[in-house]
């Protein structure tokens, strides 16, 4: 099992609320409880070790994917659920109860992030986190302290070891 709770420590103002470190099998649990997930990913999915990855993860456990920047590119010949929307955009509308969603069925539960700039993720996710009901998961391999639960610090190769291992559980 690939221990993705390391490096997680932040220098901060005392009282911030950070994410919760997980592993992979916690991130598979969370994932398949979700009643309305939605798998949010940056255009750091074009790497072709991590779009197959994505789309498996996509796939195994039937998420429609929001595909942000130019990400949705990756996706259009694969065969699963995904759509563009700029990422600014969905962290606005994940605070809006009434938001009918990607797919005109409601606002999502649980967010999945992969692939994003940290410093520009965790902006997005501040307004989530305060501001909606929201669950956010991080499986990047940058820890995400806006997100409600992530991935540590890991190195490239532990973070294919830790969604290929996420793969495997979902």
């Known amino acids: 099992m690939v221990d993705t709770t390391k490096n997680t420590k932040l220098f901060t103002s005392y009282g911030v609320t950070t994410s919760k470190a997980i592993n992979p099998d916690m991130a598979a649990k969370m994932i398949s409880k979700a009643k ?5 990913v940056g255009t750091g ?15 195994k456990a039937n998420l ?9 590119n ?3 010949d694969k065969d699963v659920d995904a759509k563009y929307i700029n990422v600014h955009q969905l962290g606005f509308y994940l605070t809006d109860p009434a938001w009918p969603g990607l797919d005109g069925k409601g ?3 649980t967010i999945i ?30 820890y995400i302290q806006n997100a409600t639960m992530s ?11 830790a969604l290929d291992e996420l793969i495997d559980l979902l």
Do not use: C, W
Not at 64 to 69: E, H, M, R, V
Not at 126 to 133: A, D, E, H, I, R
Not at 151 to 161: D, K, T, V, W, Y
């Open 113 to 142: 992030i992969l692939e994003f700039k940290k410093y520009y993720i965790n902006q997005v996710l501040s307004g989530t986190k305060n501001f909606s009901k929201v669950k956010s998961i991080s499986i990047g391999k940058d």
């Open 151 to 161: 991935f540590g610090n890991i190195s490239r190769e532990e973070h294919f070891a």
């Open 64 to 72: 429609p994917i929001a595909a942000t920047g130019s990400s949705l």
């Open 107 to 109: 606002n999502y539960d």
């Open 36 to 40: 309305r997930p939605l798998f949010v």
């Open 45 to 59: 999915v074009l790497r072709p070790e991590i779009l197959d990855r994505a789309v498996k993860i996509a796939k």
């Open 74 to 76: 990756g996706f259009l």
